[in-house]
């Protein structure tokens, strides 16, 4: 009669962690429409659903390599209620903060060929940015896993860091600046 609904959710549990590309880029095509669904009708645009999203994206498969999620957990369920989450907080930075430098700064974004499928887009993005990752400096690293994967206020983060909340913020834009600019020269050389 096929897989049980908890097999399943162990089978993609398990391939997230062994970074299987081909599970991992159907999770991400079947779960993206409906989250692309609800940022349109939440004031929101395409290509703000497709930052948040891979930014949620990401943060999924690192909470489980980091064994935060259990085996037998609903994966996509578990992204789209991640991505929402991300998106609730967009949402909210820009109504009640007023600071230009922690509300406009805009996401990683990598421009495709025409004629690439939505799976080898997502499959360059997703290695463009492991290796973008990769090669960024551990202060960097951190303040972005901080901010990014643990989700963690600028302020519990500039306290952690030991650095005013305005540094932080600089600090944050300047690493992403650099993961920017690393992805940019990374899909152009690759």
């Not at 609800?38 to 949620?56: I, P, W, Y």
């Not at 290796?131 to 960024?136: E, I, N, Y």
Request: hydrophobic residues 35%; charged residues 25%; glycine residues 2%.
């Amino acid at each position: 009669m096929g897989n049980t609904l908890q097999e399943t959710n162990y089978q993609l549990t398990t391939a997230f962690k062994n970074n299987d590309q081909k599970v991992m880029q159907m999770v991400y095509q079947n779960t993206f429409p409906k989250f692309r669904n609800h940022v349109l009708k939440n004031s929101g645009d395409e290509t703000q659903a497709k930052d948040v999203f891979q930014e949620a994206f990401i943060a999924c498969w690192k909470n489980i390599k980091d064994n935060k999620l259990q085996k037998n957990s609903n994966v996509a369920g578990y992204l789209f209620t991640i991505a929402k989450n991300k998106w609730t907080d967009h949402l909210r930075s820009s109504t009640f903060k007023n600071t230009v430098a922690s509300s406009t700064i805009p996401h990683l974004k990598v421009a495709y060929e025409e004629n690439d499928t939505d799976a080898e887009v997502v499959e360059k993005q997703h290695d463009i940015l492991q290796s973008a990752l990769q090669k960024l400096g551990n202060n960097c690293k951190k303040l972005l896993h901080l901010f990014y994967f643990e989700r963690k206020s600028m302020d519990s983060i500039s306290m952690e860091l030991q650095l005013t909340p305005a540094s932080t913020r600089n600090q944050k834009y300047r690493c992403m600046e650099k993961l920017r600019a690393l992805s940019h020269e990374l899909k152009n050389n690759g």
